[in-house]
């Protein structure tokens, strides 16, 4: 009773008390994205909103059943956890269910399951615990060489799901290399690499090949001919080269053809508000139609009519925008921002270097959803179906989202268990 006692005395209260003010703030929202006037009991369980009240109670006892597990567990079968998470990912290409066009769920008694939510549980852990090793150095090339395998193994098995957006989320765990000590020379390529891939879809990649030519020029004129400089400049030009030939062969070739038009369209290529534009321009309808302080709750007109596709999941953000406003998308946003920033707090008071790199893989994975789906309702991004984190509805995502969290969490807690 001793340990128990002081496993709960010891969590952080204000990580806690935001993941139960979202959670509750996304089952009230969902009750307003999909309402049903002929079943408008909040607990009526033929109802999607009544569904979730059963997601929220298991998540809740899942959260609980976490800070119960001592606190070495996560460390110590984080490789485990992984590999289990892998063969997951493996299985459900064989037998898993196709729902919008990805072979991504297992079906299991009437309930629908994405094992990758859960796999990248498991690709956290394993990176913390592989970094978190007294004589892994970050700048080796054998550490970036497992921490690609580590990324990539997943990336790959969703990819051949066609889950194009869930395996984009595994990259945001970048951020646990940067932490780890990765030189800001490489998190600078990493960060280039995507806009110059952008470029290379808005721009002739002619153009580009000839303008990072000019670029190699200037550096090579401005360095002191240093053979490894020499070098250098010649391999990052080469490798921008092949970079723009790769993402043009990709778009044209690996791309759904839905996906590229969804892709052009935010690049303001084409114009197609009736086609793969219009639940976009639909969630800006209903956002901007919320003006400052909103409708009212229940009194959203585009989401009420359906105007707004997947408004309970993909576009969940657009019902805060009309409902509440830009003053109840600013409260909500705040909230998620708190959530990230208490989150890098504690990570950094951490005296177990897996226990802080853990944190900001958690940090990362929750950012990453947040920022890629209320980008989608705001037009800034492409529309690549990623759940908003405890907003969304569906057990899977929600579920994952408190294991990852609530591990974080108790191992906070068992820091004061450290010498």
Known sequence: MRGTKGIFSNIDRTLVILYFILVILGWLNLYAAVYNENHSRIFDFSQKYG??????????????????????????????????????????????????????????????????????????????????????????????????????????????????????????LIIVLYRAGLSRTLMTIFVVIPLLAILSLLINKYIIIGGSFIISVFFFLNTKRRILHLITIAGLYLLSVGLVFSVDFAFRHFLEPHQQTRINVLLGKDIDLRGAGYNVNQSLIAIGSGEFFGKGWLKGTQTKYNFVPEQSTDFIFCTVGEEWGFAGSFVVISLFLGLFIRIILVAERQRSKFSRLYGYGVAALLFFHFFINVGMALALLPVIGIPLPFFSYGGSSLWAFTILLFIFIRQDSYRFELL
């Open 51 to 172: 569904k979730q009240v059963i997601w929220i109670l298991a998540a809740f006892f899942i959260a609980f059943l976490t800070l119960m597990i001592d606190g070495k567990f996560f460390s110590q079968f984080a490789y485990l956890l992984y590999g289990i998470g892998i063969m997951l990912l493996i299985a459900v290409i064989f037998t898993g269910k196709e729902i919008s066009g990805s072979k991504s769920w297992f079906q299991i008694a009437g309930i629908a399951l994405q094992p990758v939510e859960f796999a990248k549980v498991g690709t956290c852990l394993a990176i913390a615990k592989y970094l978190g090793g007294l004589d892994v150095n970050i700048k080796k090339i054998k550490t970036l060489v497992v921490m690609a395998v580590f990324i990539l193994v997943p990336v790959v098995l969703v990819i051949l799901q066609h889950d194009t957006g869930s395996a984009i989320v595994f990259t945001s």
